[in-house]
């Protein structure tokens, strides 16, 4: 079964790093994914999809502050300079044929 | 710029039925797959179905499978969701999302959603 696990939340300073993990499931570690971020009261943001090569590609207007990386099953989304409207839900996001599934979401705290 | 609007949600007994609408602008329509996510309130983001191009391919989450349909006018540039036989657990706010080509791929563009409660 195709699951993706994250970390419930996460926090950092302003100006600083921080790196949320996506887990893929056991037999789907060459799975690409999305990392999504979702703002207080806000809908979605597409940020990148990731490949399992740690190739990614990022969406209209996001900054070259958000990055991805791979290793394994685990898929990683680095965020630096942390400013304050980086406060928000990220969720990641993968597909196959007939089903789209997504990770619970990692709550990012910037302190 | 890409758009899509939701519209339709509202309060609904539980066993009715609500047909939800997103209209998109921005880019052309009838060349992307489409899909509906959900978000209960205070809860992660779930996907409930999508539909291809032509709309001749559907598929759909099993918490939804005969109870709801996906459907598209590509020359009125619309997705809609048909709801039936609601339950109290379909309470969300609904987005319609772009599925980035080639399929399958990410959610690529979304909207800003439309509130469905179910409730007596």
């Known amino acids: 079964q195709l699951v993706l696990t994250q970390s419930p939340s996460a926090s950092a300073s302003l100006g600083a790093s921080v790196k949320l993990t996506c887990t893929l499931s056991s037999g789907h570690s060459s799975y690409a994914i999305a990392w999504h971020q979702q703002q207080p009261e806000k809908g979605p943001r597409y940020l990148m999809k990731l490949n399992s090569d740690g190739s990614h590609s990022k969406g209209d207007g996001i900054p070259d502050r958000f990055s991805g990386s791979s290793s394994g099953a685990e898929r990683y989304l680095t965020i630096s300079s942390l400013q304050s409207e980086d406060e928000a839900d990220y969720y990641c996001q993968t597909w196959g044929t007939d089903i789209r599934v997504f990770g619970g979401g990692t709550k990012l705290t910037v302190l | 710029e890409v758009q899509l609007v939701e519209s339709g949600g509202g309060l609904v007994q539980p066993g009715g039925s609500l047909r939800l609408s997103c209209a998109a602008s921005?880019?052309?329509?009838?060349?992307?797959?489409m899909s509906w996510v959900r978000q209960a309130p205070g809860k992660g983001l779930e996907w409930v179905a999508n539909?291809?191009?032509?709309?001749?391919?559907?598929y759909y989450a099993d918490s939804v499978k005969g109870r709801f349909t996906i459907s598209r006018d590509n020359a009125k540039n619309s997705l809609y969701l048909q709801m039936n036989s609601l339950r109290a657990e379909d309470t969300a706010i609904y987005y319609c999302?772009?599925?980035?080509?080639?399929?399958?791929?990410?959610?690529?563009?979304w909207g800003q959603g439309t509130l469905v409660t179910v409730s007596s």
């Open positions: 999302a772009r599925e980035l080509t080639p399929y399958p791929g990410p959610l690529d563009y």
């Open positions: 539909i291809k191009q032509d709309g001749n391919e559907k």
């Open positions: 921005g880019f052309s329509f009838s060349s992307y797959w």
